[in-house]
């Protein structure tokens, strides 16, 4: 057993700390050198030791449930409609298949690497990383099947973030639909070649202490229906299952003319969805799905500003909760990364379909935070009983005690205050793994990140 002394741990004194409970304050910190916490209290350990005093609330790091990394690149890029033309999420995925289609392995990392330090600076320290770019620019699996999946994880590692790894399998063109020519890149023709690429992304993920491994079909529209059953069936029974389901009306439409089956009654009757699922988007459900998807104890990932931007839908989050259904949030696309925004926007657009202010019953800030921590890292394949606990890592976004409204707010108020009010401007930096990665708004690696990244985008050329 390793042994711990006073002289290998390093101790932070924060103004509070946020656990599932409430605030700790003060919050004595003391973690080991591998950032792990071995002491946690509000008395301080010994009066002769000597801590890193933090005038900040420490909040648990936020989990990003869903990013496709490479869409970063044209993040800003589809928003130009020309009069008269009809723009919606299909015409924007034909944009996403040409951003798909260009990239090459060393530029797809060097995006990956400044999106997730980017993440890392506004407050998430874990990402799930739904990895379907497996192939090269002709669509041939490259000689190291899950090359594209370990660029994913070496910019992870740069940038200072965990990522859940989660490759996934992509058959189809559209129900009962071949492939179309700018997906070659996506494709496992059998589940036997998906199970090949997860085989060889659990070995990339055994070699980095950062990454987790997670599995994942596309879409009942991107699989057949046998194959994902046989999926399901195959695949490692303890990894995080993703799934994208009913994010567009037309999907919807297009699987009931495909099999008599809207896509989420179909994946409730045919497969045994509970906590292990999380199903991204989950947009245009009726009565009797949203009722079933709550009871099963599946995690509904949010996406709010990419669901947004692509004009997707709203989901009905206030019926959703009240029926004790469970969700996390994600950044989909990126065309925004702030998670405190996408707290607000998930409140904010059930204020207004229905008028009320109540989208959640008591502490709003608390509910949401605590239940994307929890459920969060549940979608990485991580379980904790506290946000901060020992044997734990610290991973926490500090935000400023010293801000005017924070600074002048009750200890009641104050989380609220953080979530409804807050912006970058207050982040005093994060830590993962018990140090620094980024603090006062620099990234320990934010110079080569951001140089690698401007030689990317000049060598792409799209922007």
């Not at 590692?157 to 992509?170: D, E, H, S």
């Not at 799934?243 to 099999?259: G, I, R, S, T, Y």
């Not at 809207?262 to 999380?278: G, K, S």
């Not at 229905?354 to 949401?368: K, S, V």
Request: with cysteine; glycine share 8%; aromatic share 10%.
């Amino acid at each position: 057993m390793r042994e711990i002394t006073q002289k290998s741990m390093h101790y932070y004194r924060f103004d509070s700390l946020l656990q599932k409970e409430g605030w700790l304050s003060p919050a004595y910190v003391g973690v080991d050198e591998r950032g792990t916490i071995q002491y946690i209290s509000a008395q301080a350990p010994n009066q002769s030791l000597a801590f890193e005093a933090v005038q900040g609330f420490a909040v648990p790091g936020f989990q990003n449930g869903h990013s496709h990394a490479f869409q970063y690149a044209m993040a800003g890029l589809a928003e130009s409609h020309p009069t008269g033309t009809h723009d919606d999420f299909w015409t924007w995925r034909e944009e996403m298949y040409k951003c798909a289609l260009s990239l090459n392995p060393d530029q797809a990392e060097h995006v990956a690497a400044i999106l997730y330090a980017e993440m890392v600076r506004l407050g998430y320290t874990h990402v799930a990383e739904f990895h379907y770019l497996h192939h090269d620019k002709e669509g041939k699996p490259y000689a190291h099947l899950a090359e594209m999946g370990e660029r994913m994880v070496s910019a992870a590692q740069r940038a200072g973030i965990k990522i859940t790894l989660i490759p996934v399998f992509y058959q189809k063109g559209g129900f009962g639909l071949p492939p179309q020519e700018r997906q070659k890149r996506f494709i496992s023709k059998t589940v036997d070649d998906y199970l090949k690429l997860v085989d060889a992304s659990a070995d990339v993920v055994k070699k980095n202490s950062h990454a987790w491994l997670g599995i994942s079909v596309h879409s009942l529209r991107a699989v057949d229906f046998e194959d994902i059953t046989r999926t399901y069936q195959q695949a490692p029974k303890t990894l995080p299952f993703h799934l994208h389901v009913a994010e567009q009306k037309q999907e919807v439409d297009d699987c009931l003319a495909f099999c008599g089956q809207r896509p989420m009654q179909w994946l409730l009757e045919n497969l045994p969805v509970d906590a292990r699922f999380n199903l991204i988007h989950s947009t245009h459900l009726d009565d009797s799905e949203l009722n079933a998807l709550a009871k099963s104890q599946a995690t509904v990932v949010l996406c709010p500003s990419t669901e947004g931007n692509l004009g997707d839908g709203i989901f009905r989050m206030k019926e959703y909760v009240k029926l004790g259904g469970h969700w996390c949030i994600g950044t989909d696309s990126h065309i925004g990364i702030n998670p405190l925004e996408e707290f607000r926007m998930i409140d904010y657009r059930q204020r207004l379909v229905t008028h009320q202010r109540n989208t959640f019953e008591g502490d709003a800030a608390a509910y949401m935070v605590n239940e994307e921590i929890v459920r969060g890292r549940m979608a990485m394949g991580v379980n904790a009983s506290n946000h901060f606990e020992i044997g734990q890592p610290l991973d926490a976004i500090v935000y400023s005690s010293l801000s005017h409204l924070p600074a002048a707010t009750s200890e009641k108020n104050r989380l609220a205050t953080i979530v409804f009010t807050g912006d970058s401007n207050r982040n005093i930096g994060t830590l993962v793994n018990g140090k620094w990665v980024v603090k006062d708004g620099h990234h320990r690696e934010g110079k080569i990140i951001k140089e690698n990244f401007a030689k990317a985008m000049m060598a792409l050329g799209n922007r």
